[in-house]
């Protein structure tokens, strides 16, 4: 048989069988893999939630009854949320590039910055500005409070996570665009953000499933969230089993979901970088 | 022994251990401690330092103007802070409406003033301190009249008045006051939780480190006939003047003070305290003051 | 003569206490193609990064186009300094060893880029330039195509329509080649030739003989940040007159073929373990810790 290198021309021969049948096993492989994964999730799902069943100590009607006000919670948890994205990220890119600047006033104020809030725990934080600020003559109504606590807070992270995205970026990209003779501005705008980004979005999308779960912490400041709701109703009822057991499944549907768009995202970047 | 048998060992000692502490006990130690709400006068009376207090007179200022009265009336809403989980005075229900007595006698007072009213859902600790730094107007919490209390916020008369009980766990076996087996208050622990009711709920899931609780009467009624495993024993510890209030530290409130009072005077006088009261506290008025 | 488009005066670079450039002359004539050839370390590199200030020069002047700006090196002429690089920048282009486009936007994208925002062209208008170059380089069937699916040697044509987009007076070219798979050198080669012998003023930092015999109007050695000896290509390369010279080209001169070029002696890939292939590969060299202007 010739060798499969010496075969040139114009006619190309078949793969060989072995070819097709590797792949197909390959992909069968797959296939099994996630069906099992997917099976042992639900057993093991299915055993927990039938151990609760039976062992009667959980009551359906109740949850039936609270699911409702509990589970809208939610959506306040979202709103949070987003609420706080929006200014942590707002402030993450004017601190990452204070961050960088050689002004030593503008780096001297977001390096405070920086240091305060990441040397806090964040319940600190949501007190100070909550209960604390009051006394300075601040009063904040809990929703607003809860937001710029935790978006003051992720912040301060996400600033130094921008700035080594930022320093990521390769040296040639920024010395191509000032070649072409692009005022700082636009180089930074044009060209070193947008790259900047690409590299940080997995640890971003990191970021917020934490401030996912880091919401809840606003439930301390009476924001009737998803947490504040569970707990309350479950502490008026003697019931937090129930209810804890909602507002946990929901956070972890929640980042889930989240992960699954980040996972989407992160595979599309890729695509498109190679 | 081999490392394999040491390791073992303390595996299995620690192992031991652990289990016979989870274990639920065989009984019947029953610790001299007493579970009671922060900052409610439950604490205050263990610690030996209630001081029970009528409210200050009050009287018609001569104006109004620039009085929380005012204010109140301008934004037409009267912003009430309630605890979230005190039934029957105030809880919650599944479509997340707040309810109760405490409930209903700040909506009617809100309706005497002429203004919608708003509830906030506040920790009962915050709203005894004071300084409320304007986040809400009064509170309708069922809140004791005492003597410390009255120098951080002004008190209407009572709306109502409850006795406090001590209660024990049923697993204790304890029924009257003379079953328990350390003296009261002297002899006793104070362990606290954010509110009395979640006293209840801790001797509800079993957890071992008390058997007594004291809360008001009312609370206890409501936590038993919900099966809670708890009874009431003995005679009333003591009598609460319960009052709305408001915080000293806000702006100047004389009229408002004098207007909730005489609403409450009124509601008194037409009986329509007496029939929330019968409504939520299992057919009982106790907006009277009770007659030792 | 008529002015030169390049004028470099008595220019001078230190990085910290390394003395890089140890005052450099050199004229570049319109429509001449000059090619510096040296060891790595001589300062070939930190001149081309100089002249359009990439690397602030220490001492010295460098005028592009009857443009002429000093150096600057403690940032006195703060604001007035950055405004004149930069119109020197609209008249000197630069090409990189490692290409440097910008991998997040397509192959037109990158082209019209400067000329709009920087130049001020109308979209289309910079469209049009784009495609004219594009088709100059060969590249019109990949113009919609991102970077990260072109091999090296068409990253680097793209690199060169993008540069020829701004209508520079003078094309440097900073090691063109160094970073590419032989068999693609040739097509960069071919077009940097055809640009040569178009009469684009060019400035070529490069190891790679072919260009020099086949294109260039001047070879300038340099060594130790001086230059030491430059000519036309035949008498410098075949006859030199400086020992320093002579030995550059015996060590340098090992015989390797470019595939897909021409049967040639000359270029030697990668040969020497030198620390100036660190800097092109886009990692700092020592040197390179400039604050940011």
Redesign the interface.
Known sequence: MARFSELTGPTVPAEPEVVTRIDAGQRRRRFWFRVQFVLVWVVLIGLLVGALWASDKIDPSFIG??A??IL?GAGLTIIICAGSIVLATGLALVGAIAR?S?NPIIYSVASLYVSIVRGTPLLVQIFFIYFAL??LGI?L?ALPAGIIALGFNYGAYMTEIFRAGIQAV????R?????????EG?VMR??VM??AI?IVVPAIGNEFIAMIKDSALVSTI?V?ELLWRAS??G??N?R?LETLLIAALVYWLLTMVFSLFQERLERRMAR??? | MTFRGRLALVLGATLALTGCNLLPGGQVDIPNVVCVGEATTYLDWLNGDLQPDEQDPISQPASTSGDLLEQVRQAGVLRISTDQNYAPQSFLQPDGTFVGFDIDVGTRIAEGLGVDVEFTHVDWDLITAGNWAGRWDISVGSMTITTPRKEILSFTQPYYYTPAYLAASTRSGITSVDQVPFELPTGATATTLPTDANCIESIQAGRPEFDLLITSGTVIDGAVAAGQPIVKIGEPIYQENLSVAIDKSGPPHAALLYEIDRIIGEMHADGSLTQLSQEWFEGEDLTQVATP | MTEPIVRVTDLHKYFGHLHVLRGVDLEVGRGEAVMIIGRSGSGKTTLLRCINFLAEPTLGAVEVDGLRVEADPLGRRGRQHRGEIRQIRLRAGMLFQEFNLFPHMSVLQNLIEAPVRVRGLARDEAVALAERYLAKVGLMDKRDEYPARLSGGQKQRTAIARALCMEPKVLMFDEPTSALDPELIGEVLNVMEDLAHEGTTMIVVTHEMHFAREAADRVVFMEEGQIVEQGPPERVLDDPQDARTKQFLRRFLEVGTVPGHEEQPGHVHKHEGDPGHRHAAGEPAAWDAQTPR
Do not use: C, H, K
């Open positions: 009854t609270w409702p006000f809208a960088l050689p009051p006394q009063v109504p390769p040296r040639g990209q010395e191509a665009a000032e070649a072409l003779a692009m005022p636009l044009r060209i947008p790259q690409r009476s009737t309350s109703v502490n008026q003697f937090t498109s970088d190679r």
